[in-house]
């Protein structure tokens, strides 16, 4: 389903219908989802329509820009040590139009497959509110639905000389950069800083380096995914997130 769309089209998948088609001057954008049905008028013609992964941090509404994936298991993470994982995040689509060229991107829907649920990071108080996923560690990459679940390669950091145990991670939307072919890919990083606290962010640049060693994925071959979040003016927002009530 993702890609790029010369309308008139239509595309369906996994319960998502989607399709654009002309009706008199005007054309008409249609996506269903169970009962959840989306209908919108577009005026103008030499548009692209691009559906790609996006944060999922846009369903039901924006309510938080931050992401806590609880691991299954804890895991126990020596002082000093370096290690990378694999997790699964949730996935939201995102439906874009956009003239010839990937210009003046303009977001015209989201939508999901996954679950949603929400938790507090930290006390009643003064905790953050975030989207809530529950994953598996994983040793190598695994192979989820990309409708509905993303990969995230993380690599911890642990710069204390403490044993570190760890059974969530939080992150910021505005630091995610999703990539994808198939399978939908980020790379995430957790340094842990001491017993109680972390700070997490993203790899921003181009998918490279030993990463490319991998027989599952071509990395050349990925796309860089336009995000809900990069289409917004960051201000003042972090790109990373820090962990001070415990992980």
Same mark, same amino acid.
């Given at each position: 389903?993702?890609?790029?769309?010369?309308?008139?089209?239509?595309?369906?998948?996994?319960?998502?219908?989607?399709?654009?088609? $002309?009706?008199?001057?005007?054309?008409?954008?249609?996506?269903?989802?169970?009962? !959840?049905?989306?209908?919108?008028?577009?005026?103008? !013609? *030499?548009?692209?329509?691009?559906?790609?992964?996006?944060?999922?941090?846009?369903?039901?509404?924006?309510?938080?820009?931050? =992401?806590?994936?609880?691991?299954?298991?804890?895991?126990?993470?020596? *002082?000093?040590? $370096?290690?990378?994982?694999?997790?699964?995040?949730?996935?939201?689509?995102?439906?874009?139009?956009?003239? $010839?060229?990937?210009? %003046?991107?303009? =977001?015209?829907?989201?939508?999901?497959?996954?679950?949603?649920?929400?938790?507090?990071?930290?006390?009643?108080? %003064?905790?953050?509110?975030?989207? #809530?996923?529950?994953?598996?560690?994983?040793?190598?990459?695994?192979?989820?639905?990309?409708?509905?679940?993303?990969?995230?390669?993380?690599?911890?950091? %642990?710069?204390?000389?403490?044993?570190?145990?760890?059974?969530?991670?939080?992150?910021?939307?505005?630091?995610? $950069?999703?990539?994808? !072919?198939?399978?939908?890919? &980020?790379?995430?990083? &957790?340094?842990?800083?001491?017993?109680?606290?972390?700070?997490?962010?993203?790899?921003?640049? #181009?998918?490279?380096?030993? =990463?490319?060693?991998?027989?599952?994925? !071509?990395?050349?071959? &990925?796309?860089?995914?336009?995000?809900?979040?990069?289409?917004?003016?960051? *201000?003042?927002?972090? =790109?990373?997130?820090?962990?001070?009530?415990?992980?």
């Amino acid at each position: 389903m993702y890609g790029y769309y010369d309308p008139p089209f239509s595309v369906e998948q996994e319960g998502i219908a989607i399709s654009v088609e $002309k009706t008199g001057e005007h054309w008409v954008y249609r996506r269903t989802l169970g009962t !959840d049905k989306v209908e919108k008028i577009i005026l103008g !013609d *030499g548009k692209c329509l691009i559906i790609n992964p996006v944060e999922p941090l846009n369903t039901p509404k924006e309510i938080t820009p931050n =992401l806590l994936i609880e691991f299954e298991k804890t895991l126990l993470l020596a *002082g000093g040590a $370096k290690r990378r994982i694999f997790l699964t995040f949730p996935i939201e689509i995102g439906v874009f139009i956009s003239d $010839k060229g990937e210009k %003046n991107l303009q =977001l015209l829907d989201v939508l999901s497959l996954a679950r949603q649920k929400f938790t507090l990071y930290g006390e009643v108080s %003064n905790g953050v509110l975030c989207k #809530h996923w529950k994953s598996r560690i994983y040793s190598i990459s695994p192979s989820p639905n990309p409708l509905q679940e993303g990969i995230m390669e993380l690599t911890l950091r %642990n710069t204390s000389s403490d044993w570190a145990s760890i059974s969530k991670v939080v992150f910021s939307a505005y630091g995610m $950069k999703l990539y994808y !072919d198939g399978d939908v890919f &980020m790379r995430a990083r &957790m340094d842990i800083l001491n017993r109680n606290t972390a700070e997490t962010g993203f790899e921003l640049q #181009h998918l490279s380096g030993e =990463l490319k060693s991998s027989p599952r994925r !071509d990395f050349k071959a &990925m796309k860089e995914a336009f995000g809900v979040y990069s289409l917004q003016k960051l *201000g003042l927002a972090s =790109l990373k997130f820090y962990m001070g009530w415990g992980f």
